[in-house]
């Protein structure tokens, strides 16, 4: 059999999801004999790869380069999860956005408060500059299926992907669907 | 005092006798839309040139209400008590655009040499005039709405005396539910059937309310009413009060209607003088006061059982129904609400009778409909009509139809709960049920006509601005549905909206509409749902495959400048 | 006097003067509420519970609708389970809820309808308003962007209690809770700290101070306990009897 295209993606958020995805711990390994981890922040891959079935997608799009990014991603594959509450909803990457324009608090932290660096980073191609607004990222892209929880549990993560490695998107629902929870 | 039918006839009299020692009276139009235009200058130069040609003695002055063309004001009539020569043997002449300056003329040739200045009059035969039937404006532009005596001269309070002294409450109830009146506040409710509810509801004390909230954008109507013949109103609740067992009244009028305001409490107090309210109103073994009650101006407050809250000084949201108002209402008691055009029919029909009143409109709306005509016609103001007229007769006859060169869409009638209906349908003729066939409502009397330069996704998105900033905020449906729906509208509007938002708005429409608490939230998608019905198109034409998924560009942070 | 009438197809009888909400708990046919408690007078406002019924086009709030012989109602159509649905990301996309963050997450009502209703993400646009946080009060804390207007708290608080701290200011999109004149809940004098609004609050809006992320336990049946108790003249809680 061969085995599906999977790749996850690390947007604006914690990494929290990640780390709940190496909480599968054993069943890591029957995940890899039906799926091949073709691009993810805990792979040595530069670029997001054609082809791809199934994309992980945790964070929230917070950034320029977070936009170029999940555009990417949606145009290279076939199904798009957002993985995680601050995909799903903004998150606590989001908080920022009832502050709206984040200028005015960019200026005050290093600019105003001034402890760390010499004016606002801005190193272009090194710090990507912030969009003005948070969004989740079914705001941007089409998104196929939700995985919510902040983070979301590996037994939560193993539900979604059990259909999902066989050419299914996952139905979750009940306490599996709760957002802020792992359960 | 009054207290019997002589004493009405006596005031009517002298009232008459008064008016005819002048050769002319000079009716100058003293409502809002005239007087914005100028009409306050115009009534001066009468006054000041009259003086100067010393004729005084001859020419009497008089500010009254609205005549209706207001888009040709200000206007001014001249009545003369013989028909003269030079007018075409008429005694009426009708003349608009009236500035000072062509008040001195209009003093100089007519009211000194009986000659009709006739570049400035309007025929009286013109559709806008002779296709009206008025019956609740009958006295507007003909009286000075602040003088009882005024209201008397033209059958004032007859109504009053003929109900108190020859029928008993239940046969005025009786006439009404005869009449086939119906709530000219939105719904078309029967009033005679309000009226027997409340008639026969059993409590100490009960009430009647007159709704003179007026809040729909664009509305003029019962400010109309209230402004130009406030003794009507006041004498059509007294009957309801007499009709019901109320003891109690409240007038409820907005904070920005100031001059209804004020002419409504000097009718109160022109009446109670007379002995028309208060203890033993024309000397009978009946009472009834009435007091006016200011609104902050709310929309929402309209609604009857927020302007119940709104009186008893609570927050102006509405509440669950059942109880109904007539059930529980102003302090628990019992309590009827009417517009104010409802009440203002209730003298005509008492004095007529209910056989006069079923003559008049269409088998299921009897009687007139007062119409604020808006939009891209060549005339515009204040109506009155039979109903059963045809929407077309309105548009193409009495509004002398659109601009030459332009296409007649569509009318929107009913104002933010209401509808467009477009050109294809205007032959229906005007009635609750036909309107709402249509899509759309007979509202409190808003009818906009657009032509093909409007846009109908326009429309209805500002009918839809309007109903978020309105909306209490009680329900969560009409709460948070009308900003989304206001969103998607803005964003199909800016060509930036999908067929997954046109969907999405559908959807909202859908549940707001069903699931909204008030009256309100359960409207306000209308405009929505009647422009999709008719011009969907349009809104199609709207649509893009690739919405710009980011509208805001990134922060530039060279902009910020260095630390 | 007892009278028949139909939930979903199934005949039941009950009293008359009932409301259908206390019918269908009884029976066992679950209606989400939100507004609603059990204690306090009926605000008919979030419209999760509304029921079809027969005979008539506008939908019913069961936690208002008195029982009457011969009604029928259905309460899990499509239509209305779409309708809950939407509502229920409506609440979530006016305010602004961070689970991750909150006192309350794994404890709220909020949480549990979206539960129920299937909801694992917002199809509307979330319009992150600028809301205030009070912390002025010695025991207690408000956080205005976890409210969702339900006024649990100005009913408990008026209706129970007899201070009537709470009330709500603007309109639409702006309506929110205040406390007194608008002023600081801390210096708001008619409140006694009595906590009924913290209990009966469904969300993390209003909390107690010193409990942190999902520490808050809301007690909502307190008013319910309070209003029987002096009904009935008997302050023994139940299970003491
Ligand atoms: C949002 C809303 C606004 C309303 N505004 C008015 C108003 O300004 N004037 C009015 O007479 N009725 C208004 N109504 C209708 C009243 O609730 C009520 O039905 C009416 O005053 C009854 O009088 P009627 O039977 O004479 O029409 C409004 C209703 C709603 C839901
Ligand atoms: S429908 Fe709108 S105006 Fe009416 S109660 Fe609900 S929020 Fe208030
Ligand atoms: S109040 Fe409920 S829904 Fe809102 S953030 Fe807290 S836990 Fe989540
Ligand atoms: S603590 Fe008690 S008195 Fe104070 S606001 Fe809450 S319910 Fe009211
Ligand atoms: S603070 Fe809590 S109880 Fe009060 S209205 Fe908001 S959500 Fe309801
Ligand atoms: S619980 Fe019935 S409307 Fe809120």
Same mark, same amino acid.
Request: hydrophobic share 40%.
């Given at each position: 059999?061969?085995?599906?295209k999977?790749?996850?993606?690390?947007l604006g958020?914690c990494?929290g999801?990640?780390m709940? #995805?190496?909480?599968?711990?054993?069943?890591?390994?029957e995940?890899?004999?039906?799926a091949?981890?073709?691009?993810?922040p805990?792979?040595?891959?530069?670029? #997001?790869?054609?082809?791809?079935?199934v994309?992980?997608?945790?964070?929230a799009?917070?950034?320029?380069?977070?936009?170029?990014?999940?555009k990417? @991603?949606?145009?290279?594959?076939k199904? @798009?999860?957002s993985f995680?509450?601050?995909?799903v909803?903004?998150n @606590?990457t989001?908080?920022?956005?009832?502050l709206?324009?984040?200028?005015?608090m960019?200026?005050?932290?290093?600019?105003?408060?001034?402890?760390?660096?010499?004016?606002?980073?801005?190193e272009?191609?090194?710090v990507?500059?912030l969009?003005?607004r948070?969004?989740?990222?079914h705001?941007?892209?089409?998104?196929?299926a939700?995985l919510?929880?902040c983070?979301?549990?590996?037994?939560?993560?193993?539900?979604?992907l059990e259909?999902? @490695?066989?050419?299914?998107?996952?139905?979750?629902?009940?306490e599996?669907?709760?957002?802020?929870?792992?359960? | 005092?009054?207290?019997?039918?002589?004493?009405?006839?006596?005031i009517?009299?002298e009232?008459?006798?008064?008016?005819?020692?002048?050769?002319?009276?000079?009716?100058?139009?003293?409502s809002t839309a005239?007087?914005?235009?100028?009409a306050?200058?115009v009534r001066?130069?009468f006054?000041?040139?009259?003086k100067?040609?010393?004729?005084?003695?001859?020419v009497?002055?008089?500010?009254?209400?609205?005549?209706?063309?207001?888009?040709?004001g200000p206007?001014?009539?001249?009545?003369?008590r013989?028909?003269?020569?030079e007018?075409?043997?008429?005694t009426?002449t009708?003349?608009?655009?009236?500035n000072?300056?062509?008040?001195?003329t209009i003093?100089?040739?007519?009211l000194?040499?009986?000659k009709?200045?006739?570049a400035?009059?309007?025929?009286p035969?013109?559709p806008?005039?002779?296709r009206?039937?008025?019956?609740v404006?009958?006295?507007?532009?003909?009286?000075?709405?602040?003088?009882?005596?005024?209201?008397?001269?033209r059958?004032?309070?007859?109504?009053?005396?003929?109900?108190?002294?020859?029928m008993t409450?239940l046969?005025?109830?009786?006439?009404?539910?005869?009449?086939?009146?119906?709530?000219?506040?939105g719904?078309?409710?029967?009033t005679?059937?309000?009226?027997?509810?409340?008639?026969?509801?059993?409590?100490?004390?009960?009430?009647?309310?007159?709704?003179?909230?007026?809040?729909d954008p664009?509305a003029?109507?019962?400010?109309?009413?209230?402004e130009?013949?406030?003794?009507?109103?006041i004498?059509?609740?007294?009957i309801?009060?007499y009709?019901t067992g109320?003891?109690q009244?409240?007038?409820?009028?907005?904070?920005?209607?100031?001059?209804a305001?004020?002419?409504l409490?000097?009718?109160?107090?022109?009446?109670k003088?007379?002995g028309?309210?208060?203890?033993?109103?024309?000397d009978?073994?009946?009472?009834f006061?009435?007091?006016?009650?200011?609104?902050a101006?709310a929309?929402?407050?309209?609604?009857e059982t927020?302007l119940?809250?709104?009186?008893?000084?609570?927050?102006?949201?509405?509440?669950?129904?059942?109880?109904?108002?007539?059930?529980?209402g102003?302090?628990?008691?019992?309590?009827?609400?009417n517009?104010?055009?409802?009440f203002?029919?209730?003298?005509?029909?008492i004095?007529?009778?209910a056989?006069?009143?079923?003559?008049?409109?269409?088998?299921s709306s009897k009687g007139?409909k007062v119409?604020a005509l808006?939009?891209?016609?060549n005339?515009?103001?204040?109506i009155e009509v039979?109903l059963?007229?045809?929407?077309?007769?309105?548009?193409e006859?009495m509004?002398?139809?659109?601009a030459?060169?332009?296409n007649?869409k569509a009318?929107?009638?009913?104002?933010p709960?209401?509808g467009?209906?477009p050109?294809?349908?205007?032959d229906?003729?005007?009635?609750?049920?036909?309107?709402?066939?249509l899509?759309?409502?007979?509202?409190?009397g808003?009818?906009?006509?657009?032509d093909n330069?409007?846009?109908?996704?326009?429309?209805?998105?500002?009918?839809?601005?309007?109903?978020?900033?309105e909306?209490?905020?009680?329900c969560?449906?009409?709460?948070a549905?009308?900003?989304?729906m206001?969103?998607l509208?803005?964003?199909i509007?800016k060509?930036?909206a999908?067929l997954?938002?046109?969907?999405?708005?559908?959807?909202?429409c859908?549940?707001?509409?069903?699931?909204?608490?008030?009256?309100?939230?359960?409207?306000?998608?209308?405009?929505?749902?009647?422009?999709?019905?008719?011009?969907?198109?349009?809104?199609l034409d709207?649509m893009t495959?690739?919405?710009?998924?980011?509208?805001d560009?990134?922060?530039?942070y060279?902009?910020?400048g260095?630390g | 006097?007892p009278?028949?009438?139909?939930i979903?197809?199934?005949n039941?009888k009950?009293?008359?003067g009932e409301?259908l909400?206390?019918?269908a708990?009884?029976?066992?046919?679950?209606?989400p509420?939100?507004c609603?408690?059990?204690?306090?007078?009926?605000?008919?406002?979030c419209?999760?519970?509304?029921?079809?019924?027969?005979g008539?086009?506008?939908l019913?709030?069961?936690?208002a609708?008195?029982?009457?012989?011969g009604?029928?109602v259905?309460?899990?159509?499509?239509?209305?389970?779409r309708?809950?649905?939407?509502?229920v990301?409506?609440l979530?996309?006016?305010?602004?809820?961070?689970?991750?963050?909150?006192?309350?997450n794994?404890?709220?009502?909020?949480?549990?309808l979206?539960v129920?209703m299937?909801?694992?993400?917002?199809r509307?646009?979330?319009?992150?308003?600028?809301?205030?946080?009070?912390?002025?009060?010695?025991?207690f804390?408000?956080?205005?962007?976890?409210?969702?207007l339900?006024?649990r708290c100005?009913?408990?608080?008026?209706?129970?209690?007899?201070?009537h701290?709470?009330?709500?200011?603007?309109?639409?999109?702006?309506?929110?809770?205040?406390?007194?004149?608008?002023?600081?809940?801390?210096?708001?004098?008619?409140?006694t700290?009595c906590s009924?609004?913290?209990?009966?609050?469904?969300?993390g809006?209003?909390?107690?101070?010193?409990v942190s992320?999902?520490?808050?336990?809301?007690?909502?049946?307190?008013?319910?306990?309070?209003?029987s108790a002096?009904?009935?003249?008997?302050?023994?809680?139940k299970?003491?009897?």
């Open positions: 059999m061969s085995r599906i999977l790749a996850t993606v690390w958020g990494a999801c990640h709940s #995805f190496l909480d599968l711990d054993e069943w890591l390994f995940l890899a004999k039906v091949e981890l073709v691009f993810s805990i792979a040595d891959a530069k670029v #997001f790869p054609e082809g791809v079935d994309a992980l997608v945790e964070g799009v917070a950034n320029e380069d977070n936009l170029e990014l999940i990417k @991603v949606r145009e290279r594959s199904w @798009v999860i995680g509450d601050c995909a909803t903004g @606590v989001a908080l920022r956005n009832p709206g324009d984040p200028t005015p960019l200026k005050r932290i290093y600019l105003a408060a001034n402890v760390v660096t010499e004016g606002v980073p801005s272009k191609g090194i990507p500059a969009l003005p948070v969004m989740p990222v705001e941007v892209i089409k998104v196929d939700f919510t929880g983070p979301p549990s590996a037994a939560r993560i193993q539900a979604a259909p999902l @490695v066989k050419g299914e998107l996952p139905k979750l629902e009940g599996h669907i709760r957002f802020g929870q792992g359960a | 005092m009054i207290k019997s039918h002589s004493d009405l006839e006596i009517s009299l009232e008459k006798q008064n008016t005819a020692q002048y050769r002319h009276r000079v009716m100058c139009c003293n005239c007087l914005s235009a100028g306050h200058g001066e130069a006054e000041a040139s009259i100067r040609e010393g004729l005084e003695p001859q009497q002055v008089v500010p009254v209400g609205c005549m209706g063309l207001c888009s040709q206007l001014v009539a001249v009545k003369s013989l028909p003269n020569q007018t075409g043997g008429k009426e009708l003349y608009h655009s009236v000072p300056e062509l008040a001195e003093c100089q040739e007519h000194a040499n009986g009709a200045v006739e400035q009059v309007l025929s035969e013109l806008f005039f002779a009206q039937q008025r019956i404006l009958a006295n507007a532009g003909e009286i000075n709405p602040e003088r009882i005596e005024d209201y008397i001269a059958g004032g309070y007859q109504a009053l005396l003929q109900a108190l002294s020859t409450p046969e005025v109830v009786e006439s009404i539910e005869q009449s086939g009146l119906r709530g000219r506040g719904g078309g409710y029967p005679g059937k309000k009226w027997r509810m409340l008639h026969e509801a059993q409590a100490e004390s009960k009430y009647v309310v007159a709704n003179g909230d007026e809040g664009g003029y109507m019962d400010r109309t009413i209230m130009d013949d406030p003794h009507r109103i004498e059509g609740m007294t309801a009060a009709a109320a003891q009244g409240y007038l409820y009028v907005r904070a920005e209607y100031p001059v305001v004020r002419r409490e000097t009718a109160i107090r022109q009446a003088r007379q028309l309210l208060g203890n033993k109103i024309l009978k073994d009946f009472g006061s009435l007091e006016v009650r200011i609104g101006g929309f929402v407050c309209g609604e927020a119940l809250a709104s009186i008893e000084g609570k927050r102006g949201q509405p509440v669950l129904r059942p109880p109904y108002p007539t059930q529980r102003l302090w628990q008691s019992p309590t009827m609400i517009n104010v055009e409802t203002a029919n209730i003298s005509s029909i004095q007529k009778g056989d006069w009143f079923r003559s008049i409109g269409t088998d007139s119409f808006a939009g891209k016609l005339h515009t103001g204040l039979p059963g007229i045809t929407l077309r007769d309105i548009v006859d509004g002398g139809g659109v030459k060169g332009r007649l009318v929107q009638t009913g104002g709960s209401g467009c209906i050109e294809a349908y205007l229906t003729a005007i009635d609750y049920e036909s309107l709402q066939h899509g759309s409502i007979m509202g409190s808003g009818f906009i006509v657009m330069d409007d846009s109908m996704v326009d429309i209805a998105k500002f009918f839809m601005e309007f109903c978020r900033d909306s209490c905020g009680k969560l449906p009409c709460r549905g009308t900003v989304q206001y969103q509208l803005d964003k509007s060509s930036q999908s997954d938002d046109l969907a999405r708005l559908e959807d909202l859908d549940m707001v509409k069903h699931t909204s608490l008030c009256g309100l939230g359960q409207t306000a998608p209308n405009p929505v749902l009647s422009t999709l019905q008719y011009f969907r198109q349009e809104y709207l495959d690739s919405p710009p998924q980011v509208a560009k990134a922060i530039n060279e902009a910020l260095e | 006097m009278i028949n009438l139909n979903n197809e199934q039941l009950a009293q008359e409301t909400l206390t019918v708990r009884r029976e066992g046919i679950p209606l509420t939100l609603f408690l059990e204690g306090l007078s009926v605000a008919g406002s419209r999760l519970c509304l029921v079809e019924v027969e008539s086009s506008k019913q709030p069961a936690c609708l008195k029982v009457t012989e009604l029928s259905k309460t899990a159509t499509e239509r209305l389970k309708y809950r649905k939407m509502i990301e409506l979530f996309a006016e305010g602004n809820h961070v689970c991750a963050v909150c006192v309350s794994g404890n709220c009502e909020l949480q549990d979206a129920q299937g909801v694992d993400h917002i509307f646009s979330y319009q992150f308003p600028e809301r205030k946080v009070d912390l002025s009060h010695p025991l804390g408000f956080d205005a962007n976890r409210c969702v339900c006024t100005v009913r408990a608080c008026d209706e129970i209690e007899g201070a701290t709470w009330d709500v200011a603007g309109r639409g999109q702006s309506a929110h809770i205040i406390s007194d004149m608008a002023q600081p809940w801390g210096s708001a004098t008619s409140c700290s009924k609004c913290v209990a009966v609050c469904p969300v809006a209003l909390f107690g101070k010193g992320v999902a520490e808050m336990k809301h007690q909502p049946a307190v008013v319910d306990f309070l209003a002096r009904r009935e003249q008997n302050w023994h809680k299970e003491e009897q």
